[in-house]
């Protein structure tokens, strides 16, 4: 058969669309597993923000008989979805759960921050509903997401029964102080190399936190916490416990130990429901279907670019690219790949501090953070393009058919975010591992997108064709050159995180010099699969046109995706 007959051009489509259906369906039967039903619920907040939630529903909730209620709560930089491992639990032991989005996050209205976080108004809501037990309702939260219900407990201190506290804290700098009495029947989840012991509980250390004169004075304790004792009294509210497991603050999401102290506090605190064993938890199952889709996205889009590329409109674009070893590997092309990867991520701390500082959240520029990925990706594209002029190997043109390579990356980008669309729209899904998740953006979102698209259309439009032309023509073997794109847009980060959690592991500190720099350092985590993507993306695209163009659109329309959907909105 022709190596361009239509089986052939449809291949990597139909694959990809098969291994998103795989993991789309284990994802659906398992949240679904038991009758329990998944809504997509809006509603109105305070000052008539509009806010949102996914709804788990539990096949015996009616108005008749009403089930206990748990109001879940992501951290910052989330979405409703992050909390699903916790809600899939919770729902399967028979409680009715509202996973809410913060303000100013997924699709609830900016800005962050706004009416308590939303959290005073999810649980109004939560409490609205005629299948609800408004006497067994329990409120759970994620870092920022443990702010938003304390602050919820707060203004409604006869509204729920007890608390879930995971990598969070009550008191200063966003959630009001807390007492031996308040909240009532507090658990707190403290993980032993949690990034935040000191905004969270001024130790130096997450291994300090049992000496936490401020948690002893919740606790109501004269010396070190002693982990999974319990202290005070569950018939009086006043029952306080800490775990502490061996993982870090995002692993709260994924962690069965850190679901399964929550699963076990609630079901000692909330009567009614369907009592499990707090090990038996399949929350797993429908994190792996998400993450077999999201593997099946990256495959489509590279089958819809090259079906895209066979159309009259777009075959022009197609051309004979270098033999693969063509261009000499020496002392050179190794100082410019370890100088590519490097750099990047030794610059992403200062520069994102500094872009910080000089970009706060506004009308035109919204998400901070997103400004600071923004500026560390302008002044990066500075770098390459200096290095590339003091070496002499600036490539070829940045431009090349710059209309024609416009609309097939428009036209591959468009159909993969139908595809996410739909499968949202059918499933309440998205496509996601732990915290690295495509999904459909809010009108926020949307209305921020093309200005970041624009910053990171520059940035890899001149990075990947300093990639193209400077490496991946030297290497000898197809899957050497996806390999050492790999390595040149990923491999700086991936040790820039093997040493900042090297020393986590080893001394409980890793290197900061700024409040924020832990969180910036969580934030690289997604760099690794997020670049390692266009690394497949630019060099698939590469080896078919010969021109970096086409990657460099694509990946920058995926990123700038990516990221605004990730990122919390501090600006309306």
């Known amino acids: 058969m022709p190596a361009d007959h239509p089986a052939h051009r449809l291949r990597l489509q139909l694959i990809g669309l098969l291994i998103v259906a795989c993991g789309v369906l284990l994802a659906h039967f398992v949240q679904t597993a038991g009758g329990i039903r998944i809504q997509d619920v809006r509603f109105t907040g305070s000052n008539g923000t509009p806010m949102s939630g996914h709804l788990y529903v539990p096949p015996g909730a009616t108005a008749k008989t009403p089930a206990p209620g748990v109001l879940a709560v992501h951290g910052y930089f989330n ?9 899939i639990e919770f729902a399967r032991r028979g409680y009715v759960v509202l996973a809410l989005d913060q303000t100013g996050h997924g699709y ?42 304390v602050n919820a407990a707060a203004a409604m201190p006869d509204a729920y029964k007890a608390l879930v506290l995971e990598g969070s804290s009550t008191g200063k700098p966003f959630a009001p102080e807390g007492s031996p009495q308040f909240p009532r029947n507090l658990a707190l989840v403290f993980s032993r190399y949690d990034e935040f012991p000191g905004i969270m509980w001024q130790v130096p250390t997450a291994a300090d936190v049992a000496s936490s004169k401020k948690l002893q004075a919740v606790f109501g304790a004269n010396g070190a916490i002693e982990p999974g004792r319990v202290y005070g009294s569950l018939e009086a509210g006043t029952a306080r416990v800490l775990h502490t497991p061996a993982i870090t603050h995002p692993m709260d999401h994924i962690s069965p130990t850190a679901i399964g102290h929550s699963i076990d506090w609630f079901q000692r605190t909330l009567r009614g429901g369907t009592p499990r064993p707090a090990n038996d938890q399949t929350w797993y199952w429908k994190e792996t ?25 777009f075959a022009s674009l197609r051309a004979d690219v270098p033999a693969a070893g063509a261009a000499p590997r020496g002392p050179r092309w190794w100082g410019t790949l370890v100088f590519g990867a490097l750099v990047p991520a030794l610059t992403f701390l200062p520069l994102a501090r500094l872009g910080g500082a000089l970009l706060p959240a506004s009308p035109w520029l919204p998400q901070l953070f997103t400004n600071e990925i923004a500026f560390w990706a302008l002044c990066n594209a500075v770098i390459i393009l200096a290095a590339s002029r003091l070496t002499g190997s600036m490539g070829g043109p940045l431009l090349r058919q710059p209309l024609r390579t416009l609309g ?9 975010y139908a595809l996410v669309a739909t499968v949202q729209f059918i499933f309440n899904l998205d496509f996601r591992i732990w915290f690295i998740a495509f999904k459909p953006m809010s009108r926020w979102q949307a209305t921020a997108f093309p200005v970041y698209l624009i910053v990171f259309a520059v940035f890899f439009t ?3 064709r300093s990639l193209h032309s400077a490496l991946t023509p030297a290497v000898t073997s197809v899957g050497g050159q996806y390999l050492v794109s790999i390595a040149a847009l990923a491999g700086g980060f991936v040790v820039f995180l093997v040493v900042q959690y090297g020393l986590m592991l080893a001394t409980h500190h890793m290197l900061e010099f700024h409040m924020f720099d832990a969180l910036r350092t969580i934030i690289s985590i997604n760099f690794v699969p997020l670049m390692s993507f266009v690394a497949v993306v630019s060099t698939f695209s590469y080896r078919r046109t010969g021109n970096h163009l086409p990657g460099a659109l694509i990946s920058a329309a995926f990123v700038a995706w990516y990221v605004v959907v990730g990122q919390a909105t501090q600006a309306a």
């Open 79 to 87: 979405s409703r979805e992050a909390q699903s491992g916790f809600a």
């Open 108 to 149: 609830s209205a900016p800005p962050a921050f706004a009416n308590a976080f939303g959290g005073i108004d999810g649980l109004k809501y939560l409490r609205s509903l005629d299948i609800v037990d408004k006497d067994n309702v329990g409120l759970e939260g994620h870092s920022m997401g443990g702010w938003t219900v």
């Open 289 to 313: 279907g998400t993450f077999v889709a999201l593997i099946g996205l990256a495959v489509f889009v590279l089958g819809v670019f090259d079906g895209l590329l066979r159309l009259p409109a």
């Open 408 to 416: 097939i990356a428009a036209a591959t980008v468009a159909i993969a």
């Open 462 to 464: 001149i990075a990947l």
